[in-house]
T-cell receptor, first 114, second 109 residues
Framework: SAVISQKPSRDICQRGTSLTIQCQVD?????MFWYRQQPGQSLTLIAT?????????ESGFVIDKFPISRPNLTFSTLTVSNMSPEDSSIYLC???????????FGPGTRLTVT | GQNIDQPTEMTATEGAIVQINCTYQ??????LFWYQQHAGEAPTFLSY??LDGLEEKGRFSSFLSRSKGYSYLLLKELQMKDSASYLC??????????WGAGTKLIIKP
């Protein structure tokens, strides 16, 4: 199994600023994903982080707002740009192994935008 | 199209048994997952079913019927610590997880 860590665990940011969230996996994973979870709701996939190339974004999410990097197989970052209060959410990083059932989640980053 | 549905909230008594149902529709299927999520924490993996039938793991069991697009999570001998949200998700043909909205389970003494 893989252990995923995220930094920061939480932050309070001002409107108009940007925050970069880091995700580190303790072993190589095939795919890495970024999710958003609004309070009391389920997970919404933002994008798939691709190693060495541009991330694949889901409908409703764009690179200018959520730039993602994945320089290697164990590390990825998500930036939430030009934040507004609507971006207040928990952001989760996940990784998957070679088998479909190998899905791992980081502890999440709780973001509050004031 | 793709669709997944589970009850919003359920209540059960400590020591009892509860079954949380999940129905889904998809053209491509690579397995059904159940996750547990305590408030303010990340989801933790409970089970994965890709073939029909019942998978038992301690107090938790998960069932899948692919022909009916149906799964359930069975929790036995409920404990107060089982109070959490239970998320159902299926993996589609692109190996992407499609998530249900989650079932909030409330355990009463």
């Amino acid at each position: 199994s893989a252990v995923i860590s995220q930094k920061p665990s939480r932050d309070i940011c001002q409107r108009g600023t940007s925050l970069t969230i880091q995700c580190q996996v303790d072993s190589q994973v095939t795919m890495m994903f970024w999710y958003r979870q609004q309070p009391g709701q389920s997970l919404t996939l933002i994008a798939t982080a691709n190693q060495g190339s541009e991330a694949t974004y889901e409908s409703g999410f764009v690179i200018d707002k959520f730039p993602i990097s994945r320089p290697n197989l164990t590390f990825s970052t998500l930036t939430v740009s030009n934040m507004s209060p609507e971006d207040s959410s928990i952001y989760l990083c996940s990784g998957s192994g070679t088998e479909p059932y190998e899905q791992y989640f980081g502890p999440g980053t709780r973001l509050t935008v004031t | 199209g793709q669709n997944i549905d589970q009850p919003t909230e359920m209540t059960a008594t400590e020591g009892a048994i509860v079954q949380i149902n999940c129905t889904y529709q998809t053209s491509g299927f690579n397995g059904l997952f159940w996750y547990q999520q305590h408030a303010g924490e990340a989801p933790t993996f409970l089970s994965y079913n890709v073939l029909d039938g019942l998978e038992e793991k301690g107090r938790f069991s998960s069932f899948l019927s692919r022909s009916k697009g149906y799964s359930y999570l069975l929790l036995k001998e409920l404990q107060m610590k089982d109070s959490a949200s239970y998320l159902c998700a299926f993996m589609d043909s692109n190996y992407q997880l499609i998530w249900g909205a989650g079932t909030k389970l409330i355990i009463k003494p």
